[in-house]
């Protein structure tokens, strides 16, 4: 909202106007009482974000999207990958002062099990080492979702989280989902 102003303060009413439809956009979304969405929908709510961040951020911001064709209409648990892209905004690229870039990338993935959704945010920000980290709200809150909507999976097919980081190298963390989800 305070990007809000400063569009106002400075006359940018074509900005502003934007900002503010995107905003509304992303509220709708989020009070929509369904639990589940498809890939799809979740990567138009985060364009909305990431164009709202880059208010702030200016040309610091950058972000690309790689996704399998086949799998933007998969189904996933609404809002599981944003606070995932916050995180890599807040903790990685911002620390940084520099330009920094967000990439998610989903595809399938196969493995002893089967096949999966991979679902890959990473960014070029600061990096930590696991022993530095401590898991805040949004982290949290993506693990425990992740449970409570893939729990009726059989043993071998629930969802998981990795994270991949290092000092100076950037953050990558991993969701790993059926391609099929059951209904909860």
């Given at each position: 909202?305070?990007?809000?102003?400063?569009?106002?303060?400075m006359g940018d009413r074509e900005s502003?106007?934007?900002?503010i439809?995107?905003?509304?956009?992303?509220?709708r979304y989020t009070l929509d009482h369904e639990s589940i969405a498809t890939v799809n929908d979740e990567l138009v709510f985060i364009t909305k974000y990431l164009e709202l961040q880059k208010m702030r951020f200016q040309h610091r911001l950058k972000w690309e999207f790689s996704v399998d064709p086949d799998l933007r209409s998969m189904k996933i648990p609404k809002l599981i990958i944003q606070p995932l892209v916050e995180n890599a905004i807040i903790h990685g690229i911002e620390p940084t002062g520099e330009t920094g870039t967000i990439l998610i990338d989903i595809k399938k993935t196969i493995d002893e099990t089967g096949t999966?959704?991979?679902?890959?945010?990473?960014?070029?920000?600061?990096?930590?080492t696991l022993l530095m980290m401590k898991k805040g709200v949004g982290l949290s809150?993506?693990?425990?979702?992740?449970?409570?909507?893939?729990?009726?999976?059989?043993?071998?097919?629930?969802?998981?989280?990795?994270?991949l980081s290092e000092p100076g190298q950037g953050c990558r963390i991993e969701l790993k989902v059926p391609l099929e989800l059951k209904s909860v």
């Open positions: 909202l305070g990007g809000f102003a400063a569009l106002n303060r502003l106007e934007r900002s439809l995107a905003l509304k956009d992303m509220l999966w959704g991979l679902i890959a945010i990473e960014d070029t920000g600061i990096g930590f809150n993506v693990e425990r979702r992740l449970h409570l909507c893939y729990s009726n999976q059989s043993e071998h097919r629930k969802a998981g989280l990795r994270i």
